[in-house]
Structures are given as structure tokens and as C-alpha cells.
């Protein structure tokens, strides 16, 4: 868990705007490590819906015989960046959310890339 605390860390680091990110488990739901920089963005109901969506994507593909690997998802709020990026075989993801006034969705992108390799 402390390594998923260090990713969460980095991340941090790296994307201006950063609202808040979690390392969740895909099966139940939970938040293993997560972090928010705004008081009242609640990342354990994040982690459980957002546990949900990806659930019911991987549902979608098996439905459509799709032979492809789901990498990330994108939720474009009105000012909001929401990205979603499985890991570890499938079994966890990491969600982040941050200002879209201050970053885009490359810079996002590369920060998690950048510190999930490996997952």
C-alpha cells in the first residue's frame, strides 16, 4: 500500500489543479491509498461508484467480443478533468480528478502513465 501512497504522491506533485486521486480496488470498491486537496471531494463515494463504471465497461466489451484491453476512461466535466486508469491486471484503478482550468487531459495522461508503469 505504501508504494500506491507514493504513486498518489507523485501524481500530486505533477498535475496543477490536482483536486484529488485513489487507488481503488475493482472488486470492492475500496479505496486502498487516496488523497484530496479539497476538503469536501469525498473519495470513498468516488471509488465505490466510479468501481461500478469500470465494472460495467468491462461487461460492455465482454458483450461486444471485444478482444482489447481497457487502458483509461475520460469523464469531461464542465470544469473538471475525471481519469480513470486500470491497473494491476485489472484489479485495482486509479482515479483522478483535477481542475480543467489548470491542466488538460496530455498532461494528466503522461503524469499517470508516467508514475503507474509497472501496474
Known amino acids: 500500500m505504501a508504494d500506491y501512497e507514493s504513486i498518489i504522491e507523485a501524481i500530486q506533485s505533477d498535475v496543477t489543479g490536482f483536486i484529488g486521486a485513489t487507488i481503488v480496488d ?28 469500470v465494472k460495467g465497461k468491462f461487461k460492455t466489451m ?11 476512461m ?6 473538471q478533468l475525471h481519469l480513470i486508469k486500470v491497473m494491476d491486471g485489472n484489479t485495482t ?8 482550468a489548470n491542466t488538460n487531459l496530455a498532461l494528466l495522461r503522461r503524469a499517470v502513465n508516467q508514475h503507474t508503469v509497472g501496474h
Open 93 to 100: 484503478f486509479l482515479y483522478l480528478a483535477a481542475n480543467k
Open 62 to 72: 465482454k458483450a461486444l467480443g471485444l478482444d482489447s484491453e481497457l487502458e483509461d
Open 26 to 53: 475493482l472488486d470492492s470498491g475500496m479505496s486502498l491509498a487516496s488523497r484530496s486537496a479539497v476538503a469536501d471531494f469525498d473519495l470513498d463515494v468516488a471509488s465505490a461508484y466510479n468501481s461500478e463504471m
Open 74 to 79: 475520460l469523464l469531461t466535466l464542465s470544469d
